[in-house]
């Protein structure tokens, strides 16, 4: 019995180990990114927009009701101004993910090319860290 144990642990060790991965996340390219820069920045304007109706228009309403003298008195909304609230603080944090988006997809990157170089009167390739720079326009 303690055979088999080890010869099926062994046997899935084995296949865990040789076994070929697949690479489930594709490279994203820079078009990519700043798609998803753009993305985050539309949705960050229109929750900067929602949420800030959602605080004005409460509180408008609440600065009327207390000049009128014949109306009732009705509570400020305080639920809408918490979210409209929740909403202005969640678009700076859509705001920022754009920034960093936008900055990731014009980082630097260092390739090792090779070049020729002469080395005691023979030419011999080495490689040499080569600066890139990827800038979307």
């Known amino acids: 019995m303690k055979e088999i144990i080890i010869s099926a642990l062994l046997l899935l060790i084995s296949f865990g180990s040789f076994s070929q ?5 594709p490279a994203i390219t820079q078009k990519d ?3 998803k820069s ?5 949705e960050g304007i229109l ?10 228009i409460p509180t408008i309403g609440a600065i009327n009701n207390e000049m009128c003298y ?3 008195e009705k509570p400020f909304p ?3 101004a918490v979210i409209g609230a929740g909403m202005v603080v969640g678009s700076i944090v859509l705001f920022n993910r754009s920034n ?11 390739k090792n090319e090779t070049f020729p170089q002469i080395v005691a009167s023979n ?14 326009l």
């Open 21 to 25: 991965q697949a690479n489930s996340k």
């Open 33 to 35: 990114y700043l798609t």
């Open 38 to 42: 753009r993305n985050a920045k539309e």
């Open 47 to 56: 929750l900067f927009i929602v949420g800030s109706a959602f605080v004005i």
């Open 70 to 72: 014949t109306c009732a």
């Open 78 to 80: 305080v639920v809408p």
């Open 100 to 110: 960093h988006l936008k900055r990731q997809a014009m980082s630097l990157s260092f």
């Open 123 to 136: 030419i011999v390739s080495r490689p040499l860290p080569f600066l890139s720079l990827k800038i979307g």
